[in-house]
C-alpha cells in the first residue's frame, strides 16, 4: 500500500498534498508549535472547502452604488465573498470607499502607467473595483523570559485580524468560471480544421461499407430488389423529359438532375453485374427493365449536358462537387455503353451501390486519409491529457496509402482490389479513432479543473470615470457564487442533460467499425446510398453532446477559442531546404576527410619527436670517434691537410694555444677560431 502522498513522477504540488493535526496526550508538554498546528490545520481545512465546493466570487450582499454627494467615492454595503486561496472576505457594514485615492495608489504603483487619461483630461475610463482579503497582526504583548537562546524583543502580537481592503485595477478581468466548451476547445483544437477533417471523415463513412463490399463481392451479382426498380422507373421519367435540351442546365436543375442520374445509374450497374440468364429473370420480374437500352441513351443525354455545367455555381462544397463529378464521370464511362463495362468490375460494383469512384476521387480520399490521421496525431501530441491509452500508438500505425497526383478532369482510370481494400481499411480504423479521440475528449470536459490562481482579488463592480467622478456602477457582470459551485454555475442548466448522455456515451467499451456481412452464396444485398449529395446531418448522441457544449445559452459566456497560427511552407523554401540538406551532407563528408587528415598529421608529429630524440644519441659516439682518431695530425682537417687559416704553428704540445688543458704528447683539441661577428674575420 502505497503512503507517501507526494504527487509523483516529478509533479508539482498545487494544493496541500497532506494534512497534519496534533495529537494531545496525558502528560504532554505542550508549545506553540502544537497549539498552533491546530489554527493552520483548521484554516486550511476551511479554505480547501471554500476553494473546492464554493469557488471564488460574491457570496451574498456586497452591492455597489453611487456615493450620496457624488464625486469619486462610492458605497460598498455589507457582504461576503470568497477569494480564489479559499481566504473569506466579509464586509460588516457600508463602506465609503474613496476611487480617486485608489486610482491614484494604482498609479503610483504601476509607475505612472494608467489605464485611461490623467484626471483632467476628458472622456471616460473604465476601472474595476476589487476587495482583497489581508491579515494584520494585533493586540501584542510582552512575552514571559524563556530560555530561547534569542527571545524575541518587546512586544509580540497575539491575535491574526482578518480584514480586507479595496483596490481598484484595469478594467480587464478574468473570469474563473469554468465553462466546459473552452476546455473542448483546447482538445479539438481550431474549429475550422477540426471541421475539416470531420467532413472528410464522414465522406470516408460514406463509401466505407461500399468499399468492403466491392472489394469482397468479386464476381458477385448485386441485388435489384422492388425499392430499386422503382427508383430506376421514377429516375427514368424525369429524365425523359428533362434530360434533352440545349446548353448546360442551370445550378439548382443540375443537381436535381445529377441525383436523378445517380439513382438511375445505380439501378442500370446492378442489372449489368447479372448474366443474360439473370437480366432475363430480373426482367420478367420488373417490366420495366426492359427498357435498359432506352435508360442507356438517356443516360448519356444527361452525361453530355451536366458535362458542360459550370460545377462551382451548382456545388460550392468542394467534397460534393467531386462525388457529383464522378457521377457524370463513371455513368459515362461503366453504363452508357451497351451491356456496361465489362473490364472495371469493381467501378460497376461500386456505382450499383449509388457511390461512383472515380480517379479524382481516389485521389482525395487518399490524400484525406493523410489529413485525418495528421490531424488526429498532432491534437493527440498537444493534448498529451488522453484517456484513451492506446490511441496514439494505433493511428501512428494506420497504413493510410500515399498521395497521388491530380488527375485529368475527365479520367476514367481503373482502380485495383488492392488498392480498394488499402483505403477502406485505413478508412475503417481512422474513422473509429476520430470517433473515439471525439469521444474522450468530451467525456473529459465533465470534469471541471481545479481553480489555483495566485489572483486573489474579488471583482466587485465596474466603474466607469469621468474626469475624477464616478459616472456608472455595474455590478452584473462579477462572479457570484452558485449552488455547486462557481465551476458549475455556467453550464448548470446543461448538467442533467450531459450527465445522461455520459452515461450512454462516457465509459463505454472502444467502438468497432463492424461492417455489414456478406452472405456466403447468393446477390450482394446493399443498400442505396441515399443523400451521397446531399446534407450530411449530424446526429448521435456524440453530436448532441458536442452541440450542447459548444452552443452557448442565453447568458452563458462563449467559450475560448484558440488561437493556433498555421505554418505553410512555399515551395522555394522546400527545394531550398532539400538543397540545404545536399550541403549538409557534403560538409560531413569533408569533415570526416578533414579529420583522418589530422589523424595522420597528429602520427607523423609524433615520429619526428622520437627521431629528435633518438638523433643525438646516435651522432655523440661518431663524433668522439672521429675527435680521437690516431692517424689525424695536429692542425689538419680530417683529411690530413694543415689548417692554415686558424694560424697555429705546426708541431704537437709548444704550437698548442694556450690555455689549452691535456698532458703533453696528447692529441690537440681543434678549436674553432674566434671570428668578428661584422666581417667574419680572425682578430
Not at 490623467?118 to 523570559?145: K, M, S, T, W
Not at 460514406?206 to 430506376?232: E, M, Q, V
Request: with cysteine; charged share 25%.
Amino acid at each position: 500500500m502505497r503512503t507517501d502522498r507526494g504527487c509523483g513522477c516529478g509533479g508539482d504540488a498545487t494544493r496541500t498534498s497532506a494534512f497534519v493535526r496534533p495529537r494531545f496526550f496525558a502528560g504532554q508538554l505542550l508549545t506553540e508549535d502544537d497549539l498552533s498546528l491546530l489554527v493552520d490545520y483548521t484554516t486550511a481545512k476551511d479554505r480547501l472547502r471554500n476553494r473546492s465546493l464554493y469557488g471564488p466570487g460574491v457570496v451574498c450582499g456586497l452591492g455597489v452604488t453611487c456615493a450620496p454627494c457624488g464625486g469619486g467615492t462610492v458605497a460598498v454595503h455589507p457582504g461576503h465573498a470568497l477569494d480564489c486561496a479559499g481566504n473569506d472576505i466579509v464586509v460588516p457594514c457600508t463602506e465609503q470607499v474613496d476611487v480617486r485615492a485608489l486610482v491614484r495608489e494604482q498609479r503610483v504603483g504601476a509607475l505612472g502607467v494608467d489605464c485611461g487619461e490623467d484626471c483632467d483630461d476628458e472622456g471616460g475610463r473604465r476601472y474595476g473595483l476589487y476587495v482583497r482579503y489581508q491579515e494584520l497582526p494585533v493586540e501584542p504583548v510582552a512575552p514571559y523570559a524563556t530560555e530561547e537562546p534569542c527571545p524575541s524583543p518587546g512586544c509580540v502580537p497575539s491575535r491574526i485580524q482578518e480584514g480586507f481592503r479595496f483596490v481598484v485595477r484595469c478594467d480587464d478581468a478574468e473570469d474563473h468560471r469554468h465553462n466546459p466548451g473552452t476546455r473542448l476547445l483546447a482538445g479539438i483544437g481550431d474549429l475550422a480544421r477540426a471541421d475539416r477533417a470531420r467532413t472528410r471523415d464522414r465522406r470516408l463513412g460514406h463509401y466505407l461499407d461500399a468499399l468492403f463490399a466491392a472489394a469482397a463481392g468479386t464476381g458477385r451479382t448485386f441485388r435489384l430488389d422492388a425499392a430499386d426498380a422503382g427508383r430506376y422507373a421514377a429516375s427514368l421519367a424525369w429524365l425523359r423529359e428533362n434530360a434533352a435540351g440545349e446548353g448546360p442546365p442551370p445550378p439548382p436543375a443540375a443537381r436535381e438532375m445529377t441525383e436523378h442520374v445517380r439513382a438511375l445509374a445505380s439501378a442500370v450497374a446492378r442489372f449489368d453485374t447479372h448474366d443474360a440468364a439473370g437480366r432475363d429473370r430480373l426482367t420478367r420480374e420488373y417490366p420495366d427493365l426492359a427498357t435498359v437500352p432506352e435508360a442507356r441513351g438517356v443516360l448519356g443525354t444527361a452525361c453530355d449536358r451536366l458535362g458542360g455545367t459550370d460545377t462551382e455555381a451548382a456545388w460550392p462544397d468542394p467534397l460534393r462537387r467531386t462525388l457529383a463529378r464522378a457521377v457524370v464521370t463513371e455513368t459515362a464511362a461503366r453504363v452508357v455503353p451497351e451491356r456496361g463495362d465489362a473490364d472495371a468490375p469493381l467501378e460497376v460494383r461500386m456505382l450499383a451501390q449509388g457511390t461512383p469512384l472515380s480517379h479524382a476521387l481516389r485521389a482525395e480520399f487518399r490524400a484525406d486519409l493523410g489529413l485525418v490521421r495528421e490531424w488526429l496525431l498532432c491534437r493527440l501530441d498537444r493534448t498529451g491529457e488522453s484517456g484513451d491509452c492506446r490511441l496514439r500508438a494505433e493511428v501512428a500505425a494506420v497504413d493510410a496509402p500515399p498521395p497521388l497526383p491530380a488527375p485529368p478532369r475527365d479520367s476514367a482510370e481503373k482502380a485495383t482490389v488492392a488498392e480498394a481494400q488499402r483505403i477502406a481499411e485505413a478508412a475503417a480504423a481512422l474513422t473509429t479513432a476520430l470517433r473515439r479521440f471525439l469521444t474522450d475528449t468530451a467525456c473529459a470536459t465533465l470534469n471541471p479543473p481545479c481553480g489555483d490562481r495566485a489572483d486573489t482579488d474579488v471583482l466587485l463592480a465596474h466603474l466607469e470615470l469621468d474626469g475624477c467622478d464616478v459616472v456608472r456602477v455595474c455590478s452584473a457582470g462579477r462572479e457570484q457564487v452558485l449552488p455547486g459551485g462557481s465551476a458549475y454555475g455556467e453550464w448548470l442548466p446543461k448538467l442533467y442533460r450531459l450527465r445522461e448522455l455520459a452515461e450512454r456515451l462516457c465509459c463505454r467499451p472502444v467502438p468497432q467499425h463492424r461492417g455489414t456481412p456478406l452472405p456466403p452464396e447468393g446477390d450482394v444485398v446493399r443498400p442505396y446510398a441515399e443523400g451521397l449529395l446531399g446534407d450530411w446531418p449530424r446526429t448521435g448522441d456524440l453530436e448532441e453532446m458536442l452541440s450542447l457544449l459548444l452552443t452557448p445559452a442565453p447568458g452563458e459566456t462563449p467559450p475560448k477559442a484558440l488561437h493556433e497560427q498555421v505554418y505553410t511552407t512555399p515551395s522555394e523554401v522546400t527545394d531550398s531546404m532539400h538543397e540545404l540538406a545536399a550541403l549538409r551532407t557534403h560538409v560531413t563528408d569533408l569533415t570526416a576527410a578533414l579529420e583522418g587528415l589530422r589523424t595522420q598529421l597528429a602520427g607523423a608529429q609524433t615520429r619526428m619527436a622520437r627521431l629528435r630524440e633518438q638523433v643525438p644519441e646516435r651522432l655523440g659516439p661518431r663524433l668522439a670517434e672521429l675527435e680521437g682518431a690516431p692517424d689525424q695530425a695536429p692542425g689538419q682537417d680530417p683529411a690530413g691537410t694543415p689548417d692554415e687559416t686558424r694560424g697555429d704553428p705546426p708541431g704537437g704540445a709548444a704550437g698548442r694555444p694556450s690555455g689549452q688543458d691535456g698532458p703533453p704528447g696528447a692529441p690537440a683539441r681543434r678549436t674553432r677560431p674566434s671570428r668578428n661577428r661584422k666581417t667574419g674575420e680572425a682578430p
